[in-house]
C-alpha cells in the first residue's frame, strides 16, 4: 500500500532551536495537509496545499512556523524557533482532489524542552 | 475552533455489541469523513460520504448524513476488541465559505470495546 512518509518520528529538542520535519506525500496526491495533535486542542490544521501552492494557513503561527512544498515529493514544516509549547504530535495527510479520503503519515512527535 | 463535534466523548462496549458514534458540524460542507486513529499512531480514513448522500456502508462500518440537521453518525456492528480506538468525524468545507477549513476534525469519540 501506498504511504506518507514522515521524518523524524520523534524529536526532543532544546527550546530556542529550529525544528524541520519532513514529509513524503504519496506519488501522485495533489493535496497535502499539515495538522498538529494536542491532547488540549485535538487536531488543528495548520497548512494547506494544492498542487504544491499553499492555500491556507491561517491555523498556523506565522512568526515562528513555516510550510514549503519545495517539490511535489517533499513538504516541510519548520519552527524556528521551537518553543516547549510546540510540543506535540505533527502529522502529515496528502489526497487527491475530488478526493476519496486522505491518507496520514504516523507522525513526529516533537518535544520542546 | 473546530467545525465537527463528536458525542459521546467516550464509548465502552461488549464485543459484539454495537457503537454509535455521532457527530455535528456548523457550515455547509462537501463531504464528511470518519477517521479512526489508534493510540499513538496516524488516522485512517474509514469511510466518506457526500453532501449528497444520506446513508453508506462499508463492511461493519454504516454512516449516516443529514445535512438539514447538520449531523452524521458512525455505526460499527458486531464491535471487536480490535475496533479500540478514538473516531473522529472531519467535514469537507468548499474553500469559499469563508472561515470554514478544509478538512476540519471533531474532538474525536474514544471507542472501548471489553472482551
Known amino acids: 500500500d501506498a504511504r506518507v512518509t514522515q521524518t523524524p518520528r520523534h524529536k526532543v529538542t532544546e527550546m530556542g532551536q529550529e525544528v524541520t520535519m519532513r514529509c513524503q506525500p504519496i506519488l501522485g496526491h495533489n493535496t497535502v495537509f499539515w495538522y498538529r495533535q494536542t491532547m488540549m486542542q485535538g487536531l488543528e490544521l495548520l497548512a494547506y496545499f494544492r498542487n504544491r501552492a499553499p492555500l491556507d494557513d491561517s491555523g498556523m503561527p506565522k512568526d515562528r512556523f513555516s510550510a514549503e512544498m519545495p517539490d511535489a515529493t517533499l513538504a516541510t514544516l519548520k519552527i524556528q524557533p521551537s518553543e516547549p509549547r510546540d510540543s506535540a504530535v505533527y502529522f502529515c495527510?496528502?489526497?487527491?482532489?475530488?478526493?476519496?479520503?486522505?491518507?496520514f503519515g504516523s507522525g513526529t512527535r516533537l518535544t520542546v524542552v | 475552533s473546530q467545525q465537527g463535534e463528536e458525542d459521546p466523548q467516550a464509548l465502552s462496549i461488549q464485543e459484539g455489541e454495537n457503537a454509535t458514534m455521532n457527530c455535528s458540524y456548523k457550515t455547509s460542507i462537501n463531504n464528511l469523513q470518519w477517521y479512526r486513529q489508534n493510540s499513538g499512531r496516524g488516522l485512517v480514513h474509514l469511510i466518506l460520504i457526500r453532501s449528497n448522500e444520506r446513508e453508506k456502508h462499508s463492511g461493519r462500518l454504516r454512516v449516516t448524513l443529514d445535512t438539514s440537521k447538520k449531523s452524521s453518525s458512525l455505526l460499527i456492528t458486531a464491535s471487536r476488541a480490535a475496533d479500540t480506538a478514538s473516531y473522529f468525524c472531519?467535514?469537507?468545507?468548499?474553500?469559499?465559505?469563508?472561515?470554514?477549513?478544509?478538512?476540519?476534525f471533531g474532538s474525536g469519540t474514544q471507542l472501548t470495546v471489553l472482551p
Open positions: 495527510a496528502s489526497g487527491l482532489v475530488p478526493i476519496y479520503g486522505y491518507t
Open positions: 472531519a467535514t469537507d468545507a468548499p474553500f469559499s465559505s469563508g472561515s470554514a477549513r478544509q478538512l476540519t
